[in-house]
Nanobody
Framework: QVQLVESGGGLVQAGGSLRLSCASS????????MGWFRQAPGKEREFVAA????????AYVDSVKGRFTVSRDNAKSTVYLQMNSLKPEDTAVYYC????????????????????WGQGTQVTVSS
């Protein structure tokens, strides 16, 4: 099991930027594919982005392509989500998730593929 702690959320105006971080501890971070999900009030949890163990492969939901960038620093056991050109519809609690895997390049989009989750960080975008 890996422990995940998100940070970096907050209140920002539309068009602004935020950088979320997710720090991991407890296991070898580079053995995990990592994902970001979000959940808005009254809505189901939604896939946002994923990154492979080495960082060479990434995946995004269409609504954030060109605005969000997922990256990781395995030496720091941390995954990031850089969010630019934020919109009010990006308002949600953002969660990072981890999946241990032997496969270097997978970027799972299904929440059920992940075994460990952080507590979430609130992102609020005002219009």
């Amino acid at each position: 099991q890996v422990q995940l702690v998100e940070s970096g959320g907050g209140l920002v105006q539309a068009g602004g930027s935020l950088r979320l971080s997710c720090a991991s501890s407890g296991r070898i971070f580079s053995n995990y594919a990592m994902g970001w999900f979000r959940q808005a009030p009254g809505k189901e949890r939604e896939f946002v982005a994923a990154i492979s163990r080495t960082g060479s492969s990434t995946a995004y939901v269409d609504s954030v392509k060109g605005r969000f960038t997922v990256s990781r620093d395995n030496a720091k056991s941390t995954v990031y989500l850089q969010m630019n050109s934020l919109k009010p519809e990006d308002t949600a609690v953002y969660y990072c998730a981890a999946r241990i895997t032997n496969i270097l390049f997978i970027t799972p989009r299904d929440a059920s593929a992940y075994t460990d989750w952080g507590q979430g960080t609130q992102v609020t975008v005002s219009s």
